[in-house]
């Protein structure tokens, strides 16, 4: 038998960055997020009658250095005395460059090996188990506007409105497509220990993301804005300001926030936000996302650029 499940990709409003336990891979912080439409991940997964290794192939190619986590993620969802898998990942969209590719590849992943293995887990307990292979995967579970709270012991997920409630438009402008140069959970830790800003960081999250939530339940675009922005500028303070520092912008980064910047000053609705990568993301009311794209197509530096309506969490495609 063979399983296939499907997620997209989700971009932090209120960003995840840093850990409360390494081993367990929980969050120092909770966290507020949209999962995309047409980005999407496919993973297939299928258990044999065999003791052979696990196999991983990425976009046809074979991904030694993310074998080792999937193998740990189906351990956890199948069980350490699972039979062994073949895996196959399919996205169509940049892996590994800071457009959340981890995030919508381990929350399939979690889906199709429940299903696979017998399961028949709920949507909390997949995001549960999505999170303990990648924190932001959890949050790709679910649809539209998701905030993930960063419990002691565990984390809990869930939607605080439907993406039909609040239809906002994501473009995504690529800048570079290569992988990035330091992955964020080395980042995060590097974070945590050396720069000054960390504990400041932990001390105001819950302000952004009570500020976050009220924008979104009361459609206050130019609220979560001026949040989203700040705690994105914040969450990249803490990793320049890490020993030795992380940066992951370039030029072209820079020149698309400061075409947003500009767009702002012409009150088009629209807000950057960027990840462990240098591309940038704009979100905007959908009346502005035609404006918006050809303006970040325009952008010099940008070498692509891929627009997303707000979409539903993972979920089963087929078993055959
Ligand atoms: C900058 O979820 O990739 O995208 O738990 O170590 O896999 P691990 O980290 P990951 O970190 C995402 C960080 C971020 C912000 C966010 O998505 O909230």
Not at 5 to 28: E, M, T, V
Not at 279 to 300: G, N, W
């Amino acid at each position: 038998m063979t399983t296939v499940a499907q997620a997209q990709p989700n971009i932090a409003l209120i960003k995840y960055w840093g850990k409360r336990d390494h081993s367990k891979n929980l969050p120092a912080v909770s966290s507020l997020s949209v999962t995309l439409q047409s980005l999407w991940t496919r993973m297939s997964v299928d258990f044999l009658e065999s003791d052979a290794p696990d196999t991983l192939l990425v976009n046809d190619a074979h991904a030694p250095a993310m074998l080792a986590r999937v193998s740990h993620c189906l351990d956890l969802v199948a069980g350490p005395g699972r039979r062994s898998a073949n895996v196959v990942s399919q996205s169509n969209f940049p892996i590994g460059a800071g457009l959340a590719s981890s995030a919508s590849a381990f929350a399939a992943l979690v889906v199709a090996a429940d299903r696979e293995s017998g399961g028949s887990r709920d949507t909390l307990e997949l995001a549960r188990l999505a999170g303990a292979s990648s924190g932001s995967a959890a949050r790709s579970l679910y649809g539209g506007f998701v905030e993930l709270t960063a419990g002691e012991d565990q984390i809990d997920v869930q939607t605080v409105c439907e993406s039909s409630e609040w239809p906002l438009e994501v473009i995504v402008a690529i800048t570079e497509e290569g992988p990035k140069p330091v992955g964020s959970g080395e980042a995060m830790i590097r974070g945590e220990g050396t720069s000054p800003f960390y504990s400041s960081w932990l001390e105001r999250q819950d302000d952004d993301l009570n500020a976050a939530r009220e924008a979104v339940l009361d459609r206050d675009f130019g609220k979560l804005a001026a949040v989203a922005e700040h705690n994105c500028l914040k969450m990249h303070s803490v990793m320049w300001s890490s020993k030795p520092p992380i940066v992951y912008w370039n030029n072209a980064t820079l020149s698309c926030m400061e075409t947003i910047r500009a767009l702002q000053s012409e009150r088009v609705p629209v807000f950057f936000t960027i990840d462990a990568g240098p591309q940038v993301k704009a979100v905007c009311l959908p009346e502005a996302a035609d404006v918006v794209s050809s303006a970040l197509e325009q952008t010099s530096g940008v070498i692509n650029t891929m627009r997303s309506s707000l979409g539903p969490g993972a979920r089963l495609m087929e078993t055959a």
